[in-house]
C-alpha cells in the first residue's frame, strides 16, 4: 500500500517536483501486474482499483496496455449472482513471454520453457558426462538444446523474453564461472564462449543470458513453486556436487561476493576424504551422489543424477540393507553440515532439492535427528525438513522463472519490446 500511495503523491505538484509521466506510467505498470500475479482469484478492474488507491480509468488504461502487450488476459467472468453485468477477472496470460531456463551439470544439459503463469511448457534433458568435455564444446551443445526449446515455445504462440543459465560453481560478475570444481571448469566466461550463438543475441539492449549458480536458481524455483508461507529456508541440491540456495525472507541471500551456499564443501570429517577442491572432509565426498552410490554398492554404475535417485529409491524401498545404510550414512553427514548451517541463519525450513528428493523418505529422518541432537533451539522450535516442490527440475525451472519475475517487476521493459 506504500508503493500506491507514493504513486498518488507524485500525481500531485509539489516542492520535490513533478515526476515523469513516463515513470509514473512505469510505476502503474508494475503495481496492477504484480497485483494480478499475486491474487488467489482473477481479480476485476475494480477490485484492482480499490486495493491499490488508483482510479478506475487509471487501472483500465493500464490494464488495455497489459492486455494489448500479450501479459494479461481477461477470465470467464464468474457466476452472476445479482443485478448487472458480472465483472470479467484478469489473469496472467500464458500466451506472451516465456522464460527459457538451462542447466549445465556433470552428466547432463538441460532446457526448460515456463510461462507467465509459472506452467512449465517444455522441459529438455540431454545425458552426458561433461567431465571430460572442454567447456566450449558443453556450451556448444547447450545451444543445439536451447534452440530446440526456443523453437517448441515458437510453435505454441511463446516469445522467449531472456534465458538464464544454471551452472554448478562459483559465478563471478558478466557471467564468468570461477570454478566449477566438478566439471573441472576455471576462470570459464561463458557470454564469450556463447558470443557466436542467438542464444546471446542482446534484444533492444536487454541482455538475453544470464549466468548464475544452480543451486541459487534452485532456491528462487522453490520460492515460488513451494508451499505458501516458505519465506526463509535453506534448498540443497544434491547430485555429484552439492549445493545450497539459501532465502531469507523471501530473498535469496548471496553473500558479499554472489558466492554464498558452498555447503558441499563444509567439512564434517576435517581429516577425512580428499576432495575435488583441493580440501578434506568435504560434505559432497561423503553425502554426495558417488559417494552414495559407491557405498551401495554401485560404484561405477555411470547413473545419471535422476536414474541414480531411483534406482537408490527402488533399493532402500525393497530394504537393501546396503542401500540403507548408505542413505544412512548420507544423511547423517548432511545433517552434521545443515545443523551449522542452521545455528547460525536461524532457518526454520530445510529442504531436500535434486536428487536428494526422491530419496527424502530415507535421508530425512539422519538429517531430522542431528538437527535436533545439534540445533540449540530445535527442542521448542523444531526444523522443517522435506521434500522440494520441483525436485531435480528446480533450477532449469527456476532459471526461466528468475526470467519471468523480472518480466512482472518492470513490465515496461517487456511493452517496449513487444509493442
Known sequence: MAVVWQCQAVNSTSSAGAVRQGSLRELNLAVVLRRIAAADR??????????????????????????????????????????????????LSGDGPAGLGLEVNVDYLAACVVDLTGTVRHHLV??????????????????????????????????????????????????????????????????????????????????????????????????????????????????????????????????????????????????????????????????????????????????????????????AGAGDPAALAALADAGTALGVAVSGVVNLLDLDTVVLGGGYAPLAPWLRPPVVAEISRRVLTAAWSPVTVRPAALGARSAAVGGAASVIRRIVERPVGWLARSG
Open 42 to 91: 482473477p481479480p476485476s478492474r475494480a477490485e484492482i482499483a480499490a486495493g491499490t488507491g488508483l482510479t478506475r480509468a487509471t487501472v483500465s488504461a493500464v490494464v488495455d496496455d497489459l492486455i494489448a502487450g500479450r501479459l494479461v488476459a481477461e477470465a470467464e467472468p464468474a457466476p452472476r449472482t445479482g443485478a448487472g453485468r458480472p465483472a470479467r477477472g484478469l489473469v
Open 126 to 315: 540431454r545425458r552426458a558426462d561433461l567431465r571430460p568435455v572442454p567447456p566450449a564444446d558443453a556450451l556448444d551443445r547447450l545451444a543445439t538444446l536451447a534452440a530446440e526449446a526456443r523453437a517448441a515455445a515458437v510453435r505454441d504462440g511463446l516469445t522467449v523474453a531472456g534465458a538464464a543459465l544454471a551452472v554448478p560453481g562459483l559465478v563471478g560478475d558478466g557471467g564468468l564461472v570461477r570454478l566449477a570444481p566438478n566439471l573441472g571448469w576455471r576462470d570459464v566466461d561463458v557470454p564469450a564462449l556463447l558470443a557466436g550463438h542467438p542464444l546471446a543475441a542482446p534484444v533492444d539492449g536487454i541482455p538475453p543470458l544470464v549466468v548464475d549458480n544452480e543451486a541459487n536458481l534452485a532456491a528462487l524455483g522453490e520460492l515460488h513453486a513451494g508451499p505458501p508461507g516458505s519465506a526463509s529456508f535453506l534448498h540443497i541440491t544434491g547430485e555429484i556436487g552439492i549445493g545450497a540456495g539459501i532465502v531469507l525472507d523471501g530473498v535469496l541471500y548471496r553473500g558479499a561476493r554472489g558466492w554464498s551456499g558452498e555447503i558441499g564443501h563444509i567439512p564434517v570429517q576435517p581429516q577425512g576424504r580428499p576432495c575435488r577442491c583441493g580440501g578434506q572432509g568435504c560434505l559432497e565426498r561423503y553425502a554426495g551422489q558417488e559417494a552414495i552410490l559407491a557405498a551401495a554398492g554401485l560404484a561405477g554404475a555411470d547413473l545419471p543424477a535422476d536414474t541414480a535417485a531411483t534406482r537408490l529409491a527402488d533399493l
